[in-house]
């Protein structure tokens, strides 16, 4: 047996034990060592076997390294098999998650234990694949075709509790969990329990109602966004009811493997390792000393720092919010009802929840309140000059060794910590509207931040929920900075031909969960043109503003006013393109002498995204951002960038740079170089031949 498997057997039950750091992945040593050791239990005298794991989690999935690989044996099937056609039974003890190959070793077991506190799981549609070791035969089985749609297709976790109750957990542990797995195996024995093989388990056709599995196929289409892992979910199910059990495997490894190669699978398991990659500081070791977080302060209670005060109460911190008056906190105060109000109708959280976590929450008009705070962030409208006042007060107020972080969207962090005394311990924190619910974070870095604040901000991050990615300083530091030119691009479209619907559609279609058209619509025209007015336009192209002006000069804010760019259906929010506001769009072309033309769904698309390549590559080569892959984090998972194609960057890298490259330097002949200057970074690449992930593989 490998190192990463031992096998032993006490008192007549044999343990197979995993160890294979961090999280008992389905690596070839872990097959080959569970493969041994279940072929030696036939022949020794244990009476049952127990498989379980060290560390903190039972087997979390197949090695995700693995699949750019060449397969090595033994596969999983063959694994899951040796443990099925077992001569004696086995159980399988569940702690942490067992997620994907995991739960699938474990369905293949006879039975399952496991404490209160693990979850099980099928996460695999989130890596653009589906469960290719027997999941989505066996998981209809026990739990029913509709159950294991949903956990399948969501590929969300099931608590211990709930697993038991669907009979995807037999035993639920209390206490030391092997100690309890040897105990409910030896009962098994003595009872004379059967060898419980979830494939002998035959499906009713007729319990499935006509029609079920094409409406099923329609819903996941519908929200998929370029990904094709749950439409080829729903073929599985569809065989585990109408094939017998090694036919429906047969289809699922087929699929698997068209999924497995498929380029939205690449961008998904790229995105997979983004995520915990953009985690890492370059130059920072793992074990920096880190800040203890016991109590956050919020300044501000609008809609982003209620949203904040409720990311830290969602995670059990307690969270000062305070406020210039009672009635501006009792405003803010009601913000977060109302959030929480929304969760609980959405059958995402109780009242008893809802009512522990507002209890973490608490408010002031005092700055005395927060000085014992560990952690404060300022969330106040974007005046550089009010932030600059509210750190130098909480430099006079807040203990010595708090983290002063700022949620500035865009201005210079370095320029808020100048008006303290302590700017080693200032950084920004830039949530993404709404704060409880965006998942991104960027954490950026001033000249003078501690090491040991910066770790704790983006340990602090996780924490809370949220996916970090680090930013150096400059004007709307990684994402803001990018989205400049794809919104400008967008409305540079809109006077050259298109209409709103055209630009927001073929993007959409792209996978964008939103146009930028409608984006601004949603957002509220009225934020720019407020911004504008207030930083003065002298000088800028007056092209890209020139429709929203009018529209928001018309009182058409967007969706807050029931009109934008769209008018908006009162009951359902749809929006419905409008000739009135398409009439507007012509009107301002021919101001500026545009002749309108045919444009075609690819330009739009390189228009608007070559830019977001452009500038990340020169966010790159300037050193604000740490990778180009924590660009693609950024984008994913900040501006619903389409996580089946990995990022802008990863999906410049997949057209192919100097495409891209000769294509931005033929927008600059067509538009001129003012808004198609390429990268130097980019147009290195271009020439030799390289890919920003080949970059990133150099500067790691
Ligand atoms: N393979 C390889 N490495 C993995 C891994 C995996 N499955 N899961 C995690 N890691 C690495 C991760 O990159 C990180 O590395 C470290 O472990 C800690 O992870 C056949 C085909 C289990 C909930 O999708 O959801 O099975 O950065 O930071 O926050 O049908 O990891 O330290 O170098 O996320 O405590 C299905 C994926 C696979 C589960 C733990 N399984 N993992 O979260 O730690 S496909 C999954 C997770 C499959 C079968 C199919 C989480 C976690 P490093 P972490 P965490």
């Given at each position: ?7 032993s ?8 034990s ?17 493969l041994k ?8 005298d244990s ?7 060290e ?5 979390a ?11 090595k ?6 694994v899951l ?16 998650t067992a997620l994907g190959?995991?739960?699938e ?15 099980v799981?099928?996460?695999e549609?989130?890596?653009?694949l ?15 075709v509709?159950?294991?749609l ?16 669907m ?11 092997l ?14 329990a ?8 035959v ?12 409406q ?15 439409d ?37 398991r790229?995105i997979?390792?983004a ?5 890492k500081?370059?130059?920072l070791p793992?074990?920096?000393?880190q ?10 209670g ?18 000062i ?6 009635e ?23 009242e ?5 976590r507002m209890?973490l ?11 014992h705070?560990?952690?404060v ?33 865009y ?10 005394g302590?700017?080693e ?8 509207s ?16 501690a090491?040991?604040?910066?770790a ?11 996916v ?7 004007y709307?530091?990684?994402g ?44 509220g ?6 911004a ?20 928001v ?18 009951e ?16 301002e072309?021919e ?10 769904a690819?330009e ?8 977001l ?5 020169k966010i ?13 984090v ?22 192919g740079l100097?495409r ?7 927008f ?5 170089e ?7 970074l ?17 500067q790691?």
């Amino acid at each position: 047996m490998s190192q990463a498997v031992s096998y032993s057997v006490q008192d007549k039950i044999g343990v197979i034990s995993v160890n294979n750091p961090p999280v008992n992945a389905l690596a070839q040593r872990v097959r080959e060592g569970i493969l041994k050791s279940i072929q030696a239990a036939q022949r020794d005298d244990s009476e049952a076997v127990i498989l379980a794991c060290e560390g903190r989690t039972f087997i979390a999935g197949a090695d995700i390294t693995e699949f750019n690989k060449p397969p090595k044996e033994p596969g999983l099937p063959e694994v899951l098999s040796a443990l099925e056609n077992s001569s004696k039974p086995v159980i399988a003890a569940i702690h942490g998650t067992a997620l994907g190959g995991g739960f699938e070793v474990a369905l293949a077991c006879h039975y399952r234990c496991a404490v209160a506190s693990a979850k099980v799981g099928l996460p695999e549609v989130k890596l653009g694949l589906l469960p290719g070791a027997g999941g989505t035969q066996r998981l209809p089985r026990i739990a029913g075709v509709k159950a294991a749609l949903d956990i399948i297709t969501s590929g969300n976790p099931v608590p211990a509790g709930k697993a038991h109750d669907m009979g995807l957990v037999n035993e639920i542990i209390e206490g030391d969990l092997l100690e309890g797995a040897r105990r409910y195996a030896r009962d098994l024995v003595d009872s004379g329990a059967p060898l419980k093989r979830i494939r002998d388990v035959v499906i009713d056709p007729d319990t499935i109602e006509p029609g079920f599995f094409e409406q099923a196929r329609k819903r996941v289409n519908a929200r998929a966004r370029g990904q094709i892992a749950p439409d080829r979910i729903v073929s599985c199910l569809e065989a585990a009811v109408s094939l017998p059990i090694d036919q429906a495997l047969e289809r699922e490894r087929e699929l698997f493997r068209e999924l497995v190669t498929s380029p939205e699978s690449a961008a998904m398991r790229h995105i997979f390792f983004a995520e915990r990659q953009a985690a890492k500081i370059k130059g920072l070791p793992r074990e920096t000393s880190q800040r203890d977080i016991s109590q956050a302060a919020i300044i501000g209670g609008g809609t982003m720092g209620g949203g904040i005060a409720m990311c830290f109460a969602n995670a059990g911190i307690p969270v000062i919010l305070l406020e210039v008056s009672d009635e501006a906190l009792d405003r803010g105060m009601k913000i977060i009802r109302k959030n929480y109000g929304i969760t609980v109708k959405r059958g995402k959280l109780g009242e008893e929840d809802v009512k522990q976590r507002m209890g973490l929450i608490t408010g002031t008009t005092d700055y005395a309140d927060i000085a014992h705070a560990d952690i404060v962030i300022e969330a106040v409208f974007e005046n550089l000059e009010l932030k600059k006042e509210i750190f130098a007060k909480l430099d006079q107020t807040c203990k010595p060794g708090a983290i002063l972080a700022t949620n500035t969207s865009y201005q210079d962090v370095d320029a808020i910590a100048a008006a303290t005394g302590r700017p080693e311990d200032v950084l920004g924190t830039h949530f993404f509207s709404p704060a409880n619910v965006m998942r991104l974070l960027e954490v950026v870095r001033g000249e003078k931040t501690a090491d040991d604040a910066l770790a704790t901000a983006m340990r602090i991050g996780k924490r809370i929920g949220k996916v970090c990615a680090l930013s150096g300083v400059c004007y709307g530091f990684i994402g803001n900075r990018m989205l400049t030119g794809y919104g400008r691009e967008a409305q540079l479209l809109l006077l050259e031909g298109c209409t709103p619907q055209q630009v927001d559609s073929t993007l959409e279609q792209f996978g964008m969960a939103m146009g930028p058209v409608a984006m601004g619509d949603l957002a509220g025209l009225d934020v720019g043109y407020k911004a504008r007015q207030s930083r003065g336009t002298t000088g800028d192209d007056p092209r890209p503003y020139a429709i929203s002006t009018r529209l928001v000069e018309s009182g058409r804010h967007g969706q807050k006013t029931g009109a934008g760019y769209y008018r908006y259906d009162s009951e359902t929010r749809r929006r419905i393109p409008d000739p009135e506001v398409e009439a507007m769009i012509r009107e301002e072309a021919e101001k500026f002498g545009i002749a309108r033309r045919e444009i075609s769904a690819q330009e739009i698309i390189a228009r608007c995204l070559y830019p977001l390549v452009n500038e990340g590559a020169k966010i790159l080569e300037e050193g604000i951002a740490q990778r180009a892959s924590d660009v693609d984090v950024v984008y994913v998972f900040g501006y619903a960038f389409p996580v089946a194609k990995g990022g802008p960057m990863f999906y410049a890298d997949r057209v192919g740079l100097k495409r891209v490259y000769e294509q931005i330097l033929e927008f600059q002949r067509q538009h001129g170089e003012t808004n198609w200057r390429p990268a130097n970074l980019l147009k290195e690449l271009a020439e030799s031949g390289g890919s920003f992930a080949e970059w990133d593989r150099r500067q790691a």
